[in-house]
Nanobody
Protein backbone atom coordinates (compact mmCIF):
# COMPACT_ATOMS: atom_id res chain seq x y z
CA UNK A 1 0.00 0.00 0.00
CA UNK A 2 1.17 3.54 -0.69
CA UNK A 3 2.77 5.32 2.24
CA UNK A 4 2.82 9.03 3.01
CA UNK A 5 5.64 10.80 4.86
CA UNK A 6 5.11 14.32 6.13
CA UNK A 7 7.62 16.95 7.16
CA UNK A 8 7.88 20.65 7.83
CA UNK A 9 6.04 21.15 11.09
CA UNK A 10 7.46 23.12 13.98
CA UNK A 11 7.09 26.06 16.32
CA UNK A 12 6.44 29.51 14.89
CA UNK A 13 5.26 32.84 16.23
CA UNK A 14 1.89 34.25 15.30
CA UNK A 15 2.08 35.96 11.93
CA UNK A 16 4.81 33.64 10.74
CA UNK A 17 4.91 31.05 7.99
CA UNK A 18 5.56 27.34 7.56
CA UNK A 19 5.46 24.95 4.64
CA UNK A 20 4.44 21.34 5.11
CA UNK A 21 5.25 18.60 2.64
CA UNK A 22 3.95 15.08 2.16
CA UNK A 23 5.75 12.60 -0.09
CA UNK A 24 4.07 9.49 -1.42
CA UNK A 25 5.82 6.18 -2.04
CA UNK A 26 3.91 5.34 -5.22
CA UNK A 27 2.93 7.02 -8.48
CA UNK A 28 -0.71 6.45 -7.57
CA UNK A 29 -0.18 9.91 -6.09
CA UNK A 30 -0.53 11.42 -9.57
CA UNK A 31 -4.14 10.30 -10.00
CA UNK A 32 -5.24 10.78 -6.41
CA UNK A 33 -7.17 13.46 -4.64
CA UNK A 34 -5.02 14.82 -1.83
CA UNK A 35 -6.10 16.48 1.37
CA UNK A 36 -4.61 18.21 4.38
CA UNK A 37 -6.45 17.70 7.66
CA UNK A 38 -5.65 18.93 11.14
CA UNK A 39 -6.59 17.92 14.65
CA UNK A 40 -6.23 20.22 17.63
CA UNK A 41 -6.23 18.87 21.20
CA UNK A 42 -9.74 17.96 22.29
CA UNK A 43 -11.20 18.59 18.84
CA UNK A 44 -12.21 16.41 15.95
CA UNK A 45 -10.13 16.17 12.80
CA UNK A 46 -11.07 18.82 10.24
CA UNK A 47 -10.41 19.22 6.52
CA UNK A 48 -8.11 22.17 5.86
CA UNK A 49 -7.46 22.00 2.12
CA UNK A 50 -8.12 19.75 -0.82
CA UNK A 51 -6.62 19.34 -4.30
CA UNK A 52 -7.83 17.06 -7.06
CA UNK A 53 -5.63 15.22 -9.53
CA UNK A 54 -6.53 17.95 -12.03
CA UNK A 55 -5.32 20.64 -9.64
CA UNK A 56 -8.64 22.05 -8.47
CA UNK A 57 -8.42 23.30 -4.90
CA UNK A 58 -10.72 24.14 -2.02
CA UNK A 59 -10.11 25.44 1.50
CA UNK A 60 -11.76 25.64 4.87
CA UNK A 61 -13.11 29.14 5.49
CA UNK A 62 -10.77 29.53 8.45
CA UNK A 63 -7.66 29.30 6.25
CA UNK A 64 -8.77 30.89 2.98
CA UNK A 65 -6.37 33.59 1.88
CA UNK A 66 -3.65 32.35 4.25
CA UNK A 67 -2.95 28.75 3.21
CA UNK A 68 -2.10 27.37 -0.24
CA UNK A 69 -2.21 23.72 -1.24
CA UNK A 70 -0.27 22.54 -4.28
CA UNK A 71 1.28 19.42 -5.65
CA UNK A 72 4.32 18.40 -7.68
CA UNK A 73 3.46 15.13 -9.34
CA UNK A 74 6.98 14.53 -10.62
CA UNK A 75 8.15 14.51 -7.01
CA UNK A 76 5.04 12.70 -5.72
CA UNK A 77 4.81 15.45 -3.15
CA UNK A 78 1.97 17.50 -1.71
CA UNK A 79 2.58 20.87 -0.07
CA UNK A 80 0.76 23.24 2.24
CA UNK A 81 2.12 26.75 2.51
CA UNK A 82 0.80 28.45 5.62
CA UNK A 83 1.10 32.21 6.03
CA UNK A 84 -0.15 34.64 8.67
CA UNK A 85 -0.35 31.79 11.15
CA UNK A 86 -2.56 32.17 14.21
CA UNK A 87 -2.48 30.39 17.58
CA UNK A 88 -5.73 28.66 16.61
CA UNK A 89 -3.87 26.98 13.74
CA UNK A 90 -2.00 24.91 16.32
CA UNK A 91 -2.68 21.24 15.60
CA UNK A 92 -1.29 18.02 14.24
CA UNK A 93 -1.52 18.22 10.45
CA UNK A 94 -2.14 15.07 8.41
CA UNK A 95 -1.97 14.50 4.68
CA UNK A 96 -4.48 12.13 3.17
CA UNK A 97 -4.67 10.32 -0.18
CA UNK A 98 -7.92 9.19 -1.75
CA UNK A 99 -8.16 7.06 -4.89
CA UNK A 100 -10.86 4.48 -5.59
CA UNK A 101 -10.90 2.33 -2.46
CA UNK A 102 -7.64 3.74 -1.06
CA UNK A 103 -7.82 6.11 1.88
CA UNK A 104 -4.30 6.58 3.23
CA UNK A 105 -3.03 8.81 6.04
CA UNK A 106 0.37 10.17 6.90
CA UNK A 107 1.76 10.00 10.43
CA UNK A 108 1.06 13.66 11.15
CA UNK A 109 3.30 16.63 11.84
CA UNK A 110 2.90 19.04 14.75
CA UNK A 111 2.41 22.75 14.07
CA UNK A 112 2.51 25.04 17.09
CA UNK A 113 1.84 28.77 16.79
CA UNK A 114 2.76 30.88 19.79
CA UNK A 115 1.03 34.16 20.56
Amino acid sequence: QVQLVESGGGLVQAGGSLELSCTASDTIFEVSTMNWYRQAPGKSRELVAHITAAGDTDYADSVKGRFTIFRKNGKKTLYLTMNMLKPEDTAVYYCNLRWLHDNVWGQGTQVTVSS
